[in-house]
């Protein structure tokens, strides 16, 4: 059982460039999240979904896009990479009451 | 809005010592409220929730946290701290049967544990 998986697990992008992180679940989960991950913020929820076709932002989606054709899918497109989107990425999923599962991030820097 | 404050960012213990990592939130409802763990260079692993029910909750390497509605708070505690348990600790909180509902992190305590 994979769980949550993210890739690419690094990537250095240009200033401008644009990049797709996936993030698959096994799990047959409806909820799934993009958080962000910068020092000393905790995680700032970028995009969520509650099932395929149905997405909503959250705190923090400027700069980024997502969609959910399916329920195991949930890909965040970054169309014109800033350096402000220099951070670590995480997808999660859960169902309502129980707990979220993380992937293992992906670090992302922008230069 | 729902939110969530932890009050410290970070905590520093000797093994042995009590842990005790504060988390209030703030939700127009109860709750659900989570305690997340997270190591060096990983994701976030869950250490316990609390749904409906029993308000005393215990989860994994011994952690255990009560639910105080009238302080609205949701403290982690653990009787004696391990050099393992050294790592950054998430309080995160959601609200029941909401359509899109969102899962809100705080903005974590790091715990050192010292010999």
């Known amino acids: 059982n994979a769980g949550v998986t993210q890739t690419p697990k690094f990537r250095i992008l240009k200033i401008g460039q644009s990049m797709t992180l996936q993030c698959t679940q096994d799990?047959?989960?409806?909820?799934m999240y993009w958080y962000r991950q910068d020092p000393g913020m905790g995680l700032k929820l970028i995009y969520y979904?509650?099932?395929?076709?149905?997405?909503d932002k959250g705190e923090v989606p400027n700069g980024y896009n997502v969609s959910r054709s399916t329920t195991e899918d949930f890909p965040l497109r970054l169309e014109l990479a800033a350096p402000s989107q220099t951070s670590v990425y995480f997808c999660?999923?859960?169902?309502?009451?129980?707990?979220?599962?993380f992937g293992q991030g992906t670090r992302l820097t922008v230069v | 809005a729902q939110s969530v404050t932890q009050l410290g960012s970070h905590v520093s213990v000797s093994e042995g010592a009590l842990v005790l990592l504060r988390c209030n939130y703030s939700?127009?409802?109860?709750?659900?409220l989570f305690w997340y763990v997270q190591y060096p260079n990983q994701g976030l692993q869950l250490l316990l929730k609390?749904?409906?029910?029993?308000?005393l909750v215990k989860g994994i390497n011994g952690f255990e946290a009560e639910f105080k509605k009238s302080e609205t708070s949701f403290h982690l505690t653990k009787p004696s701290a391990h050099m393992s348990d050294a790592a950054e600790y998430f309080c995160?909180?959601?609200?029941?049967?909401?359509?899109?509902?969102?899962?809100?992190f705080g903005k974590g305590t790091t715990l050192s544990v010292s010999s």
């Open positions: 979904s509650v099932g395929a076709g149905i997405t």
């Open positions: 939700s127009s409802v109860p709750p659900y």
């Open positions: 999660a999923s859960r169902e309502l009451s129980a707990g979220a599962f």
């Open positions: 995160a909180v959601s609200e029941q049967n909401q359509a899109g509902t969102a899962l809100i």
């Open positions: 799990m047959n989960h409806n909820y």
């Open positions: 609390y749904t409906t029910g029993a308000t």
